[in-house]
Structure formats: C-alpha cells, structure tokens
C-alpha cells in the first residue's frame, strides 16, 4: 500500500497533544509561576490558581481567562496561553496587596491547536466532601487532552481520577490554616469525540473545591488515504 495526501482543504485531527511539563508554586503574597522547563514558542500553556474567595485576583497580561469560580472561601480560575519567543522566565497572578494564600500551576503541551487551543470547558463546585466530581465536556474532535484542575479550601492533598495522570499537587502552607489552600491537576489523553464523561479525584479530608474540566483540541493535519 501506498500514502497519498488527500485533496487540498481536507483536514483530520493530529495526535493527541503531549504533556511537555510543568511548575507549580504557593505563596501568600503575589503568586510567580515559572515557565516549564523546554517550553517552546508554539506550545500551549494552561494555568490553574487557587485562592481565598474574598482576594482580589489578576491574571499577568496575555493570558486568556477560561474561567473564574468562587465555592465557600475559596476562588479558582483556569487560563491559557499560546508560547510566544521572548516570553519571560514567570508570571506573576497579584492580589492587589491583600494578603492571603494562593496555590497553582503551569502545564505546557505541545501539539495543540494554537488558534483555538481550547474545544470544550465545564465547572462544577462542592462544599464539605472528600470526594471532588469534575464535570462532563463535549470534545468536538477526536484525539483531545482533557485537563481536570482542582482547587481545595484547605492544605491537604488530592488524588486524581483513574485513568489520569498528575501534573502538580500544591498546597499553600503560611499563614493561618483556615486560609491555606491546594491546587492539583491532572490529564488524560481522548480517543474519541463527543461527552468525556465525569471524573472523580478524592481528598483526606472534607472540603469545599472547584472543579475545573477542559479539553485542548490537537493540531489538524493534512488527511492520508491508503490504496
């Protein structure tokens, strides 16, 4: 058998988009979250911070807001950015001078549609519970990478779904303990389009949380028929 592209403008899903790495950091002050090591201009980066509910919270310049919601005492927000060459070595997400806890992270992937990096999102909050139900998305296309990022009201730690890899588990750990907050991300690689499904993590303890679910959507390629 023989390959042959396609008539010009027909276009499949690339493979699934490759987790590249990732940082994570806690702080009380403003949060410096540095670049991935080996990021490359073209990779996409997706950002997880969690935070107490009553701060104020700004993202660094050039980072898109996927989302931003509050559950009990504690806020979290999920955006994404497309590498650019130049790009500085952190970002910083300030609070405005309130004072407070703060936990998150940075992944980067490659192979993801840079153009429209993300397909689908859905969040859902809990109050109180040890067990943390991220929500079901409509991926568009086959071959995605669907992200669950978690934020806990409290410094505790977090176990990921089955099936799903983790890239970061942080909690912050200054100040007094009813502020302290965790940031946890986990992802899966998809086979097919259509709804993912929920995915369930857990905590030792009970907690308020927000669960943020997104699916990056991979490059497109030129189709390939076979004779």
């Given amino acids: 058998a023989t390959d ?15 987790f590249r790495a990732a ?14 090591t080996g990021t490359v201009a073209g990779d996409v980066l997706v950002a997880q911070v969690t935070t107490n509910a009553t701060r104020p919270l700004t993202a660094p310049t050039g980072w ?12 979290s927000g999920v955006w994404y950015r ?5 790009d500085p070595a952190s970002w910083t997400w300030s609070f405005s001078g ?13 192979g993801v549609d840079p153009a429209s990096p993300v397909d689908g ?29 978690v934020g806990l009201s409290t410094q505790t730690s977090a176990v990921p779904a089955a099936g799903m890899t ?17 940031s946890e991300t986990a992802d899966q690689g998809l086979v097919s389009s259509g709804a993912t499904g929920t995915r369930t993590g857990t905590s ?5 949380s927000v669960r943020h679910s997104l699916v990056l959507k991979p490059l497109t390629q030129s189709g390939v028929t076979r004779y």
């Fill in 166 to 182: 983790e890239r970061w588990d942080k909690a912050s750990n200054s100040l007094l303990a009813p502020d302290r907050v965790t």
């Fill in 23 to 36: 940082a994570s950091q806690e702080s009380k002050s403003n949060l410096v979250i540095n670049k991935p």
């Fill in 121 to 149: 999102w859905a969040v859902s909050t809990g109050l109180a519970s040890s067990s943390h139900q991220a929500p079901s998305v409509t991926a568009s296309t086959v071959n995605g990478r669907l992200l669950v990022l």
């Fill in 204 to 208: 030792p303890v009970a907690v308020a």
């Fill in 82 to 86: 497309v590498v650019q060459s130049g």
């Fill in 64 to 75: 898109t807001l996927v989302n931003l919601t509050t559950s009990g005492i504690i806020k």
């Fill in 98 to 110: 309130v004072t407070g806890q703060a936990a998150g992270g940075i992944a980067a992937y490659t």
């Fill in 4 to 18: 042959r592209v396609v008539s010009s403008g027909s276009q499949v899903a690339g493979p699934v988009p490759a």
